[in-house]
C-alpha cells in the first residue's frame, strides 16, 4: 500500500506539539489543537479503530478516506513511538 | 535524559521512563496504588496509554488531570500528583 508524502512524514518522528493541519480548523475549534491531542483521544478509545473513525466523522465532519486515513498515520505512530 | 536527573527518581518511576509505554497495565504507572488501579481498570483503564490519552486529551495539564484523577477516580492528592508528573515526564521522554 502506498503512503502519502504527509503520512511518511508524520509517522517518521514522534508526534509532540505540532498544529493539526490535516484535520483542519473544525478540529482546532472543538479543542483538538495538537497532534498530541488528538493522539490523546485516539488512546482513550483504546485504539480502536471504528471508534475512532467515528468519532473524527462526528467531530470534525472527515469523510471514510480522511478518517482511515487519520487512523492509520496514529496507529502507525504509536506502533513506531509509543 | 542526564544519569543525574534519573538518580533523583524513584526505582519506579525510572523504570516507567526507561523504555516505551506499549501495552503496559495502568499499574506501572508511578504514583497508582493497588487499590487505585482497580478503580480505574473498573472504569476501562486497564493500560496505561489509556491514562496517557487522558492526559493529553487534558493537554497535559497537570492540575487539570489531577482533579479529574481524584475526583473521578478516587486518587489521593499524592496519587493524582505521582501519576502527572509520572505521565509529563514521560512525554518529555518520548513524545
Request: hydrophobic share 40%.
Amino acid at each position: 500500500m502506498t503512503t502519502s508524502q504527509k503520512h511518511r512524514d508524520f509517522v517518521a518522528e514522534p508526534m509532540g506539539e505540532e498544529p493539526v493541519g490535516i484535520l483542519g480548523k473544525k478540529l482546532e475549534e472543538r479543542g483538538f489543537d495538537k497532534a498530541c491531542v488528538v493522539l490523546g483521544q485516539f488512546l482513550v478509545l483504546k485504539k480502536d479503530e471504528d471508534l475512532f473513525q467515528e468519532w473524527l466523522k462526528h467531530t470534525c465532519g472527515a469523510n471514510a478516506k480522511q478518517s482511515q486515513d487519520c487512523f492509520g498515520c496514529l496507529r502507525e505512530g504509536c506502533d513506531a513511538f509509543l | 535524559m542526564f544519569v543525574q536527573e534519573m538518580d533523583h527518581m524513584s526505582p519506579r518511576l525510572r523504570a516507567f521512563l526507561s523504555e516505551p509505554i506499549g501495552e503496559k497495565d495502568v499499574c506501572w504507572v508511578d504514583g497508582i496504588s493497588h487499590e487505585l488501579a482497580i478503580n480505574l481498570v473498573t472504569k476501562g483503564i486497564n493500560k496505561a496509554y489509556i491514562l496517557l490519552g487522558q492526559f493529553l486529551l487534558m493537554h497535559k495539564n497537570e492540575a487539570e488531570f489531577q482533579r479529574w484523577l481524584i475526583c473521578c477516580c478516587g486518587a489521593t492528592e499524592c496519587e493524582a500528583q505521582q501519576s502527572s508528573n509520572c505521565l509529563k515526564e514521560w512525554c518529555a521522554c518520548f513524545l
